[in-house]
């Protein structure tokens, strides 16, 4: 299962030209720059990626794609403003996050960097957001609670990464994100369209069979369209 590609399936069903959207964990800019078409160049996408060789490629590939509609910036996004070390993985760099995680191949080359860290809820200033996609390896629940003003004010839909292995260092469980969705009235779905309820995330991020999850705003509901796009094969 492509879980990249159903990602993009979903925003591209849900995302329309003029909206905003986020893409935490940027990297080069795989959805960026697809996020970014979705919207046209009357929309804007925010793109975060703290790591500085990392982020050079995502403004280069801005650059050719001749995207002028994204706001790039060289910082991670988190619970609380500050500068914080980042287990930066040598080679791999796609698993680099705030803490180490259980990695599924033998990491021997990392170093620890400082990157600075903003939260949403401060950058996003109270704008409408469509969509938001995290995927920080683990700490994408501190990004998620230093954006909850904004989900809870502008209800995007969003996706977010989890397992077991990525937060095992990290002092909250499967069941954390579950109960901090229920609070802001978002229903979950895994990235093949399952819906979950709490036992249901935390069984799915023991199992680890996929590592991309939906959260919907209850009143949104799911369409047709988006169950349609998160079952359908890679394009």
């Excluded at 975060?48 to 910082?75: D, I, K, M, Q």
């Excluded at 990392?110 to 600075?116: A, H, K, L, S």
């Excluded at 995927?135 to 989900?151: C, M, P």
């Excluded at 397992?163 to 990235?191: C, E, H, P």
């Amino acid at each position: 299962m492509d879980f990249e590609q159903r990602i993009e399936n979903l925003y591209r069903a849900v995302l329309r030209p003029g909206d905003r959207a986020v893409d935490c964990g940027a990297h080069a800019g795989r959805h960026t720059i697809a996020m970014a078409r979705a919207v046209g160049p009357t929309g804007q996408v925010l793109a975060f990626e703290p790591l500085p060789e990392a982020y050079g490629r995502l403004l280069g590939n801005l650059a050719s794609a001749g995207l002028r509609n994204v706001t790039a910036v060289n910082r991670a996004l988190g619970a609380e403003a500050s500068t914080v070390p980042f287990v930066h993985v040598l080679g791999n760099p796609g698993f680099s996050g705030f803490r180490e995680r259980v990695y599924p191949d033998p990491v021997t080359a990392r170093e620890i960097v400082d990157v600075e860290v903003q939260r949403l809820d401060d950058v996003a200033e109270g704008r409408a957001i469509r969509f938001i996609k995290v995927d920080v390896e683990g700490g994408d629940l501190l990004v998620l609670r230093g954006a909850r003003a904004t989900i809870g004010a502008a209800r995007p839909f969003v996706t977010f990464e989890l397992g077991d292995n990525s937060i095992a260092r990290y002092d909250y469980t499967a069941a954390d994100y579950f109960d901090f969705f229920a609070a802001l009235d978002y229903d979950l779905f895994s990235v093949a369209g399952e819906p979950l309820d709490r036992d249901g995330l935390v069984e799915s991020s023991r199992r680890q069979a996929v590592w991309d999850y939906v959260a919907v705003p209850r009143e949104r509901g799911v369409t047709p369209a988006m169950l349609e796009a998160l079952r359908a094969p890679a394009r």
